[in-house]
Each structure stands twice: as structure tokens, then as C-alpha cells.
């Protein structure tokens, strides 16, 4: 038996509690420190934590592991400045017969407001073949010598002769940059990234894979990768039969055919599926990838199956179709059946509270990332710019979502966004529409708690630090949660198991140091 005494700490998610004892990878007490140390004092491993702060370890319900782990290594454009700046860093790092794998740009953030043009990325490149993601992961800039070995890209669908690829012709181009990464660089992406995460306080991914995304031996790379960080893999694939869903769960080793299973694109490359026109594009609603029957055949199969069903889905368009769909799979299958699986939607930026009600009838879960808002959100941000005011000040509107009764989980969509559980705590809490906020505890809880519900996990206190939980957690060194600086993570475990430690932050008077 081992058994783990914190003690002088604050355990905010248990009221009055400064004390936590962790037995054999369990929560077994958790209490005022008095009583700890009587009961616990001869623990294996005593910490005196002076008044840290420790909370349930984080859970990311949507990331993309290899794209964010080859971002630390490769040409990271998120915060580049200026289009000119973006061109300058392609020619630095661009080498003559390899392929350049590059993400993050975003134009509305440039002077010059404008992507750079096939002709601007072949200059700088010098003939390399270079694939350059955009900011939402729904575009990318590519040059002529990644488009040699992409040719069915030529003409499909969101094809351009000079501006970026969307839709089909960019899946194509996304395809070739990927089939250029060697096994082993993907392994230490991976690696790298999980590695990152556990230093953020994060025990938990869940890895939002596809076919158009990433590929199966990606996900099957990451899911037995052994980090200690665990990931729950979705699998994107849309599917109309119980047999197919079954096939495909034993290909890919998912435990969803949901996650990143488009409905729709994203609103910065502008393929976001709106009722109404772009207001910056009166000529395009964007792009539907599913309609309705699809969607609600695919959510009848994985219901069917026993399995989570789920889309990305993001334009009120694309929205209304999924609303839709989950009404004729609940007319085919009942609610309960329905209910039972917690499928779930990630983005739901659009959503009426209508369509709200209706969704958490069904019992679906929203894997939401606050850090859209605060990326995009406001008066002057990409949303605005996207949408014009009105429709803007609707987006990601937690609040809505909350009272009608749909689960929140939080995730990052990393590399999207940064994994950083704190700043999307409180992007939550600071939304950038009056009224779509919510608190403290109940953002925390959807970045933790909730990231379990949403992987339908049947441990109903995984995400809690109540005694019979998993005992995941992470010490923090703020004792103040909402300061400006986020709390620094001083340790991470999960199920008992340290993922991270901050090298000499912690010192044991126990029996016995464990050492990991
Ligand atoms: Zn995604």
C-alpha cells in the first residue's frame, strides 16, 4: 500500500478542505489538516505544501497531438505580425527537397489583410515543398512543388490558383505534407506534446483524429505511446451502419466515431456553414460537409453500436443541420438509447437556446474552447470581421448552453490554440460577450469533470478530488485563482502516477521519497 498526505494546501473544488490523502492511486479522504495528520501522518510521502493550490488534473477534450507537437519544433507563425514577417521565416527555414510543415498564420491580424499568394510562398521558398496550416487548421497556403505531389488537388473543390486551399483541395494538400513525416518524427511530436501538457497540468487528451486529419496510424502511434497521459481517441469517419461503426472502432482503436467528423469548416478560412452570407464575402454561406440524413444515420449507427457519435461543428448552418439530425435519430432509436451514449458536438459556436434545449434533451455534450472567444471575440475581432457585430456577439455563448442544461467540456483544438487550462478558465469566465460567461467553479469543472462526462466515462467522481475518485490532480504554486499570471504547475498525477514534477519544488518529510 502507499499512501500520499498533502497537506496545507487549497482544495477549492472541496469546501473547507486542506488536506488530501491519495492511497494506492485513489482519493481516499480529503479534509481539514488536523484530522490528516492524525489519521495519515505516517503517509509514505508527506507534502507540506505551504498553501498551494491543488485542483482535479486538467482534461483537453480536443487536440491534435502531432500537428501541436511539430509545431514546437518546426516554423511556428502564430503571432507572426505581418504577411511580410510570415514570408521572411518561410525563406529562412525552407530547404530545397523537403517538405516544410508550417502553421498558424492569420491575415486578419496582418496590416496588409490578406493571405500571401501561391506566387508570394513560391519566391520565398525557393522551390521547397511547403504546406502552411492557418490558424484554424480549415486552410492552408501550400506552394507549387507541395502541389507536385498533390496533384488531385488541382481543381477539387476549394481549389485556388493562388490563394490557399479549403475544403477537398486542402484535405489533398494536407494529405501529401503528412505522408512526408517520418514515423519517428511523428512519435516525438507526439511525445513532445503529451511531455507539454503534463507540465500544464493536464492528465487527459482527447485526440480529435480523422481520416482527412491525421491519418489511422497516427492515432494508433499516440494511443500507444504509454506517456502516462492518458488519450482518448476519436475517430472522424461518418458511418450509416452498426457493422461499420464496429469495423472501424477495430481499426482505429477509438473509442468514438466523433471528435473533428465535419459538418462544416471554421469561420476564418470562411467555410463555416452560416444561414445567411459572410459579411466580409457576400458571396459564400461556406461550406456543408454532412446534411442532415447523414448526420442523423451516423448518429443512429454509433447508438446502435453502443458507441459516442459526434461532429464539429461551428456555423448556425451547420448547427441547424445537427439539431435535425439528432431529432430524427431520436425519433429512430428513443431518447433514452440516445442519452445513454453522450454523444457529443465540439465548437457549437452557433447554437440558439432552442436548439440548446433540444441538444440537452438528447444528452449530447459540448467540447467547447473559451480561447476562441478570447482570440476572436470582441467588437474588432475575427468573429466581428467574419459576421458583422450582431452575429458576433452570439458566438460561443456558454452561459445559453449551460442553463439549458448541455454538459461543458473544455479543450484547446491545440495547435489551434495553446494547451493552457488556466487561460481558458478564465476566457470562460472573462468572455468577451456580456452575458455568455460563466464562474470560477463552474469553468473549472468543465476543464475537468467535464472532459471526463464527455469521453462518457462511467466513474462518476473521475474529475473530482472526492474520496473513491482516480486521484488526478496537479499542484499549483498560486493560491489565487483569476491572478494574472497563471498558477505554475509544481506537480501533475494521474491515477495515482506522477506525470510531471517541477524539478525541487516539492519536499517530502515522509517515510520513503517516491522518486516517480
Ligand atoms: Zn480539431
Known sequence: MSTTLLLDSRIPSVTGATALAVVDGTVAWAGDGSVGRVRFGDADEVLELGGALVTPAFVDAHVHATSAGLLASGLDLTGCPTLAQCLQQLAQHARPGTVLWGHGWDETSWPERRPPTRAEVDRACGGAAVYLSRIDGHSAAVSSALLARATEA???????????????????????????????????????????????????????????????????????????????????????????????????????????????????????????????????????????????????????????????????????????????????????????????????????????????????????????????????????????????????????????????????????????????VRAAVEHCSPGSEIGVREALAAHTYGGYWAAAVTDSLAGTLFPGAPASYAIWDEAEVGGVDPPACLRTVHRGRVLFERHGALVSRGRSRRTS
Not at 469517419?237 to 461503426?245: D, N, R
Not at 482503436?253 to 459572410?278: I, M, Q
Not at 456555423?315 to 435535425?324: L, N, Y
Open 154 to 424: 488541382i481543381g477539387a473543390p476549394g481549389w485556388a490558383a493562388q490563394g490557399p486551399l479549403t475544403r477537398q483541395a486542402h484535405h489533398h494538400a494536407r494529405r501529401a505534407a503528412r505522408e512526408s513525416i517520418t514515423a519517428g518524427q511523428r512519435q516525438s511530436a507526439q511525445r513532445a506534446f503529451l511531455t507539454a501538457a503534463a507540465a500544464r497540468g493536464i492528465a487527459v487528451v482527447h485526440e480529435c483524429a480523422g481520416p482527412e486529419i491525421s491519418g489511422i496510424n497516427d492515432l494508433t502511434d499516440l494511443l500507444s505511446a504509454d506517456h502516462g497521459v492518458e488519450v482518448v481517441g476519436y475517430w472522424g469517419q461518418a458511418v450509416s451502419t452498426p457493422e461499420q461503426v464496429r469495423e472501424l472502432l477495430a481499426a482505429t482503436g477509438a473509442h468514438g466515431l466523433a471528435g473533428d467528423l465535419f459538418c462544416d469548416g471554421a469561420l476564418g478560412s470562411r467555410t463555416a456553414a452560416l444561414r445567411t452570407p459572410y459579411a466580409d464575402a457576400p458571396g459564400t454561406r461556406g461550406a456543408t460537409y454532412l446534411d442532415a440524413q447523414q448526420i442523423a444515420d451516423h448518429v443512429r449507427a454509433c447508438t446502435l453500436a453502443g458507441t459516442q457519435a459526434g461532429f464539429h461543428v461551428i456555423g448556425d448552418a451547420a448547427t441547424d443541420a445537427v439539431v435535425a439530425g439528432f431529432a430524427a435519430a431520436q425519433a429512430a432509436v428513443g431518447t433514452a438509447a440516445l442519452r445513454a451514449r453522450r454523444h457529443r458536438l465540439e465548437h457549437l459556436e452557433m447554437v440558439d437556446p432552442d436548439q440548446a434545449r433540444q441538444l440537452a434533451v438528447c444528452g449530447v455534450v459540448a467540447s467547447v474552447q473559451p480561447a476562441f472567444d478570447a482570440a476572436w471575440g470582441g467588437a474588432e475581432g475575427m468573429y466581428a470581421l467574419r459576421l458583422g457585430a450582431s452575429r458576433a456577439a452570439g458566438m460561443n455563448p456558454f452561459a445559453l448552453l449551460q442553463a439549458a442544461g448541455v454538459v461543458l467540456a473544455f479543450g484547446s483544438d491545440a495547435p489551434v490554440t495553446p494547451v493552457d487550462p488556466w487561460g481558458a
